[in-house]
């Protein structure tokens, strides 16, 4: 069967503004949601990243390589600040009249303002079960499939600009976090260059990216893996940040995972200890001799006795130990992969449920939009029925001055304009009699009422 892999790329956000972290935020008391942030806003927010992406914390260092920028994320963006920005800076200050709206550190006045700072995407090809049982010298060739995700990237968005990229190698599947700025121009409000990331990545793009970073990524791979691997298909929802890492209890299994490898190196040692005294008790049974009134019984110490005795305790504690540890190294490994399943699920959920949320909400909108228009609509036939009907009232009157006129006063004018405005079809027949009768009621027809009773004396026909 034809090897398939898992393609993620993922741009950091803030879910807390958007339309569905709004619409729980008015749900909730607190008037607040819980939702994740990924996004970086402000300086303790690359930091955060700083720390994550470099491994502060920890003594893994070694699993971690950087591939573009140094080792201080925070430095590398705030130096490409001063290269992008300090030019459009100095020359947006120097149109200012007034200090007080001019700006002496830029980089500063984003992280006070609502827009993020910078930008972090994750890339990650392959996912757990595929990388499970590769070693680390084939994870290390992930680096020059990575390093030309950078020049692809770099390509596909030039005004994206880089500041750092890490590759981890310590968890899961190896994924690469990069970290940038989006950087718009030729803006007419503000500095003429500024920090733009709503502007340069939006739904549209972000799907003709991802697109293109995908083909670009298997390619690199088939090329320096030299192996001829497809990508899975696209799936919604799964343009998301997913790994084991962001279980909610995730630490903690780490922590007792940690403790019972503390264990399990107990064990190795006991282990050792009883390779050791394995070879005494092989001695001492080597070195027994044959009993003096039974050649089939051998003689031994009580000394050589409590040995074994202790030997055959320490073989059963240890051996439990071991059992227990790779009990729980099996059962977490089940937990993470189902757990790491699941996780995938319920973002791909997520994903469609906003997208069922924003469509409800473009529908809502267009249905107010067609009850204002149907109140316009209907506004405007009241106003007609009110303007038709002082016009029946006029007709009225204009009909029944022909009427006395023609009937009563016998006046030859009335009568020559009655028959002339017949003849050029303003009077229809109703109207001619009317005119010149002056027995006949003065009424207007309902034409729709006319329709009905035709309607009805051709269905009584049938």
């Known amino acids: 069967m034809e090897q398939e892999l898992a393609y993620s790329f993922h741009l950091g956000s803030d879910k807390n503004k958007s339309k569905l972290a709004n619409k729980v935020a008015k ?4 008037g607040t949601t819980s939702l994740s942030n990924n996004a970086i ?22 699993l971690i390589r950087i591939i573009y920028g140094t080792n201080d994320i925070v430095t590398d963006v705030k130096d490409l600040y001063i290269t992008e920005f300090e030019e459009s800076r100095i020359e947006y200050n ?26 972090e995407i994750i890339i990650e090809l392959g996912d757990m079960d595929f990388w499970n049982d590769k070693d680390k010298q084939y994870r290390l060739k992930m680096i020059d499939v990575y390093n030309e995700q950078i020049k692809e990237l770099v390509k596909i968005v030039p005004t994206f600009k880089i500041a750092n990229a890490t590759i981890h190698f310590d968890e899961t599947s190896p994924h690469m976090h990069i970290v940038g700025v989006p950087i718009i121009e030729n803006c007419t ?24 970073m995908r083909k670009s990524c298997i390619k690199s791979f088939n090329k320096f893996y030299d192996i001829d691997f497809k990508l899975k298909e696209k799936q919604k ?12 209890d995730y630490k903690n ?34 070195n027994l001799k044959p009993a003096k009134f039974n050649k089939n019984n051998m003689v031994i110490s009580n000394e050589d006795v409590e040995k074994i005795k202790n030997f055959t305790k320490d073989v059963t504690d240890t051996t439990k130990t071991v059992r227990s540890v790779n009990d729980l190294n099996i059962a977490i490994k089940d937990f993470e992969h189902s757990t790491y399943e699941r996780i995938k699920e319920v973002s791909s959920l997520k994903y469609e449920i906003e997208l069922k949320d924003n469509e409800i909400s473009s529908l809502k909108s267009k249905l107010s939009t067609k009850d204002k228009i149907i109140d316009k609509l209907q506004t405007e036939k009241n106003k007609l029925k ?14 029944k001055h022909f009427q006395n006129r023609i009937g009563f006063d016998k006046d030859e004018k009335y009568k020559y304009v009655s028959d002339d405005l ?13 005119a010149n009768n002056i027995y006949r009621k003065v009424t207007i027809p309902d034409k729709n009422k006319s329709m009905n009773i035709k309607k009805k004396n051709n269905f009584e026909l049938k």
């Open 189 to 212: 409000r503000g500095m003429r260059k500024q920090v733009g990331k709503s502007k340069l990545f939006t739904k549209e793009s972000l799907t003709e990216i991802q697109d293109k």
């Open 253 to 286: 299994i780490k922590k007792q995972l940690a403790e019972k490898e503390k264990k399990l190196d107990k064990a190795n040692k006991q282990t050792n200890t009883l390779d050791n005294t394995s070879k005494d008790i092989n001695q001492i049974l080597n």
């Open 237 to 248: 929802g799964r343009n998301q940040d997913i790994n084991v890492k962001d279980m909610s």
């Open 27 to 30: 749900e909730n008391l607190s």
């Open 94 to 119: 120097n149109k200012q009249t007034r200090n007080d709206r001019k700006i002496d550190n830029y980089f500063l006045k984003v992280c006070e303002s609502q827009n993020d700072i910078a930008c």
């Open 41 to 62: 806003q402000n300086a303790k927010d690359l930091s955060k990243v700083n720390k994550h992406n470099l491994r502060d914390y920890d003594n893994e260092k070694d």
């Open 386 to 399: 009110e303007e038709l009907q002082k016009f029946k009232v006029f007709w009225q009157k204009l009909m």
């Open 422 to 434: 017949y003849k050029n079809g303003i009077f229809d027949d109703n109207d001619n009699q009317i």
